[in-house]
Structures are given as structure tokens and as C-alpha cells.
């Protein structure tokens, strides 16, 4: 393996190793016979760009394997776009056929993949390397990036097209890609927030398959959050006395019962929370004090 | 929460404190001492116990309830706050634990209570259902001698 590609390439894992000989074939296999060589090249250009950039961090920041495989799907509608051209792919033409639509829709696939794949790649690479935690931010982030992208692209295209009058490559939707990038974008966040998730990783940049993934770690990467006991509380102040909680209301009915508060009495309450001991405390006409580690204002 | 705490109850005097440090009370100055779920979240407890008894007066009265250990062991903590799921850091202390280091505090007449949930809780919580039957609540009383 070694004399082909030499070392950075040889000590890629078998499954990346795969991935690139299938797609190195497809892409050859796309070039034999395309419509147009100009429109190909424009096409396959992106993937001309990821590829170089995949295999040298291929060892030094492995992605997941359905990052992986998402990319290579990719790739492969690209190339496929690129061969017949956009309008004249045959696949657009039978789901044309078939669902009776007014064009061949085989753009909109690659639209969907133009949104959906950044998505999933932006949220791993920020989800391992920046501070981020899924959440509002992460998908804001997310979303934003891909939409720069989907803009870039457009407006490389529409470039394109102007140079190169007659290319088949153009979009034939002005605006609509973006919005259907922005779709696919929101789409990819809600079904990986589900799939798979890695978390932060501090420092690790082994690649954490979605299968290899304990239950443990998932369930940390829902909108668990584990923040200090003291924070922890304060933020939830506001609703403790609202939220059912077994817990407090099996404390609430039987505590109190024990301790026994009498008219005039001294009680300190230590961990008095929001107090609901407090107020029973005075009811019963005793002389509470409360002690707790919540911040005061 | 010492804020919302403020705005119930205006008249009680309330501090700021860790519990698992010295507390600023003075010797002998309560008839009872309450300290309702707040153990699971202490390391010092041994602190805890031995201040509470040095602020209680002679026969004073002290009652600790906490997450029954045999439940924490099983379930973790995890509360609702708004949309969001809190996961608070919880020690494993166990019955055991507790008991012993309330006694090694010079506490008396120990007495261990052991509440579960029953039909009552869930009315008042439906989601409480899996509760029924178990050990919920720990609760310990004691006495100062």
C-alpha cells in the first residue's frame, strides 16, 4: 500500500482506505464519457478540494464513520451531477416520470446533500474542538455555517455560469437553493441530535463511532446539563416550588411530622432551599432561621 | 434560591453558608435543628453533624432526611428545570453512613424512618408511579444529650 500514496495515506484505517479507492473509481468512471468536461470539472471540483484536505487529517482528527460515509454520498451525487449534467440525469428523469413533476428534480438531491452534510461535518468538528455544547448556540452556529456555504456555492456558480454561457451546471432556482440547504441543515441537527452524539472531547481525537457510543454518553448528550450543586439549584429556584418532584413532596408531608415545631421555639433549618419548611415553621409559630448555600440576590 | 426564599418569608432571618463548613451560629442558640435534602450534595458531613449539635441546646431536637440511599444507588438524581434536564453532583453516602456518623457526633435516641411512595404521592405526582412500594425518603431523628 505503501508505494501508491505513501505514508499519510498507508496508515489510513481500512474503511477510510476503502471509501477513497471506491470513490478515486467513481470519480474516474464519472470523467469517462460526461457530458460536458467544463460542467464536470466545475461539478467535482468540491470534492477535488475535500479530498487532499480528508486524507491528511484522516489520522490526526479521524471524523466518525457516518461523517465517512456521508461525505461519500456526496461525492457521488456530485459526480453524478457532473456527468450527465444536472437536467439530464436519468434518475431525475424517471422520479420525473414517476411522480409526474414539471422538471427533473435532480438538483434538489444535491441541494439536500449540499445542506445536510455540512451540517453533520460542522457539528462533529465543533462538538470536539470548540466549547460548544448541543444547544441553541451549537445549532445557530451550525445552521449559519451551512448557509454561508450554500450562499458561497450559488454565487460561484452563478459566477460560473455568467463566464461560461451555455454551462448546464447552473441552478435554475435562484434563492430557492439556500432555503432548501437551510432545511436540510435543520433537518441533519434533529436527526443526529437523536443518532449519535459525540461530546466534547477534550482532548481525544479518536473517532467515536455512533455504535461504539455507551448509553451513558448519550444520555449526556441530550440537554442533560451538570452544572455545580450550588448553580445547579439557582437556576432551577424559579420552578422548584412548581415542579412535582416525589422526592420534596414525600419530605414536605413527613419531615416537619418529625421535628415537631412548637409556638416560640428556636429552629434553624440548614439547606432551607426556597423555604417551604420555613413557611410551615411559621405557621406552627416557631422562630425559624435559614442557612443554604444558594446565592442571596 | 435564597432569593425566592426572601420574597416568601421577609421575616426569617436567612444567611448564606456552606454546610459542609463551620456554621455561623451561635452554641446552644436552637430548641431544633431541620436539614432536609441537602445530604446527598455534602462531603463534610462529620463537620455538619458535630456543628448542629454544638448549636443545639441540651434535649434539642434534630431531624436529617435526605434521598434514600437505596433509591440514589438506582436512580440518578435528575431534576426539570424549565425544558432542560439537571444533573446535580450526588455522593454516594449510604444508610449507613449517615447513622453512624450522627451517632459519632454525640447524638442520642437515634431513630430511622423509612418512607415509600405510596398512592397518596401519586396523586400529588402521577410520573411517581415507579416509586410505589420503595424506599424514597430517609429520614433520620435524633437528640442532643
Known amino acids: 500500500m505503501a508505494d501508491r500514496g505513501g505514508r499519510e495515506i498507508s496508515l489510513l484505517p481500512l474503511r477510510q482506505l476503502l471509501l477513497l479507492g471506491l470513490g478515486s473509481l467513481c470519480l474516474a468512471l464519472s470523467a469517462m464519457g460526461a457530458h460536458d468536461r467544463l460542467t464536470w470539472v466545475l461539478e467535482v471540483s468540491p470534492i477535488l478540494l475535500a479530498v487532499p484536505v480528508l486524507v491528511l487529517t484522516g489520522r490526526r482528527f479521524p471524523l466518525t464513520s457516518l461523517a465517512y460515509v456521508l461525505i461519500f454520498v456526496h ?13 439530464r440525469v ?15 428534480d435532480y438538483d434538489r438531491l444535491g441541494h439536500f446533500a449540499q445542506g445536510f452534510v455540512p451540517a453533520i461535518l460542522t457539528r462533529e468538528v465543533l462538538l470536539r474542538r470548540s466549547p460548544l455544547v448541543p444547544g441553541k448556540w451549537l445549532f445557530f452556529v451550525v445552521t449559519a455555517v451551512c448557509l454561508a456555504i450554500s450562499a458561497a456555492y450559488e454565487l460561484f456558480e452563478w459566477g460560473a455560469a455568467v463566464a461560461w454561457v451555455g454551462c448546464g451546471c447552473v441552478s435554475r432556482d435562484p434563492g430557492r437553493p439556500v432555503g432548501h440547504a437551510m432545511g436540510h441543515a435543520d433537518r ?4 443526529r441530535r437523536r ?22 454518553r448519550c444520555l ?4 442533560v446539563q451538570r452544572p455545580e450543586v450550588r448553580d445547579g439549584y439557582d437556576r432551577w429556584s424559579e420552578s422548584y416550588d412548581q415542579t412535582p418532584n416525589p422526592l420534596v413532596a414525600l419530605d414536605r408531608r413527613h419531615t416537619l411530622g418529625l421535628l415537631r415545631p412548637r409556638r416560640r421555639e428556636r429552629i434553624l433549618d440548614a439547606g432551607c432551599g426556597t423555604g417551604a419548611h420555613l413557611g410551615l415553621m411559621l405557621r406552627s409559630g416557631s422562630l425559624p432561621v435559614g442557612l443554604d448555600l444558594s446565592r442571596a440576590c | 434560591m435564597l432569593k425566592v426564599t426572601r420574597a416568601k418569608h421577609p421575616s426569617v432571618p436567612l444567611a448564606q453558608a456552606d454546610l459542609n463548613d463551620r456554621l455561623p451560629v451561635r452554641r446552644r442558640s436552637f430548641d431544633a435543628v431541620l436539614c432536609a435534602l ?3 450534595h455534602l462531603s463534610n458531613l462529620r463537620l455538619l453533624f458535630r456543628e448542629i449539635r454544638d448549636g443545639l441546646v441540651r434535649g434539642g431536637r434534630f431531624v436529617f432526611s ?3 440511599p437505596e433509591m440514589a444507588a ?11 434536564r439537571v444533573r446535580l453532583g450526588a455522593l454516594r453516602h449510604t444508610v449507613v453512613d449517615y447513622l453512624n456518623l450522627i451517632d459519632g457526633a454525640g447524638f442520642r435516641n437515634i431513630e430511622v424512618h423509612e418512607f415509600r411512595g405510596d398512592d397518596v404521592l401519586v396523586e400529588q405526582v402521577p410520573w411517581a408511579s415507579k416509586y410505589l412500594g420503595r424506599p424514597l425518603l430517609l429520614a433520620v431523628e435524633a437528640r442532643t444529650s
Do not use: C, D
Not at chain 1, 90 to 104: E, K, S, T
Open chain 2, 66 to 68: 435526605v434521598f434514600h
Open chain 1, 188 to 191: 441533519a441537527r434533529r436527526g
Open chain 1, 90 to 104: 436519468p434518475l431525475g428523469f424517471w422520479i420525473q416520470r414517476a411522480l409526474h413533476l414539471g422538471r427533473n
Open chain 2, 38 to 40: 441537602v445530604g446527598e
Open chain 1, 195 to 216: 443518532a449519535v452524539l459525540v461530546g466534547p472531547g477534550p482532548r481525544s481525537a479518536a473517532p467515536r463511532s455512533w455504535r461504539g457510543l455507551s448509553p451513558g
Open chain 1, 220 to 223: 449526556m448528550s441530550k440537554r
Open chain 1, 75 to 87: 461525492a457521488l451525487v456530485l459526480m453524478v451531477g457532473g456527468h450527465y449534467t444536472y437536467e
Open chain 2, 74 to 84: 438506582r436512580h440518578r438524581g435528575e431534576l426539570r428545570a424549565g425544558w432542560r
